[in-house]
Nanobody, 124 residues
């Protein structure tokens, strides 16, 4: 059984930084992993994705240059380094893993495993 457990969320002032972690357990080999977020009253949106095999990364325009996705295979852990945080980054952040193959760009419809989420709140 695949389990994804996020940590590292919290409250921070605008301009600050946070690093989210996602520990994957169980028999687990996913070719893509990613971070998504959902703010109250809004649809869930993809934030960042990583193609595990090749290391390619993909970002939403709203976070490019501020967020960095990375992974430590030895620790089965996915990270999201978030710098220069803005109030509009406030959301529940979810770690996700692909449940099927859909190409090396990790399209959002391949993600089928989800964590429980970690809250990020950015105050102005």
């Amino acid at each position: 059984q695949v389990q994804l457990v996020e940590s590292g969320g919290g409250s921070v002032q605008a301009g600050g930084s946070l690093r989210l972690s996602c520990l994957a357990s169980g028999y687990f080999r996913s070719y893509c992993m990613g971070w998504f977020r959902q703010a109250p009253g809004k649809e869930r949106e993809g934030v960042a994705r990583i193609y595990i095999t090749g290391g390619s990364t993909y970002y939403a325009d709203s976070v490019k240059g501020r967020f960095t996705i990375s992974q430590d295979a030895a620790k089965n852990t996915l990270y999201l380094q978030m710098n220069s945080l803005k109030p509009e980054d406030t959301a529940m952040y979810y770690c996700a893993a692909a449940a099927k193959y859909g190409g090396s760009q990790c399209p959002e419809n391949v993600f089928g495993y989800w964590g429980q989420g970690t809250q990020v709140t950015v105050s102005s």
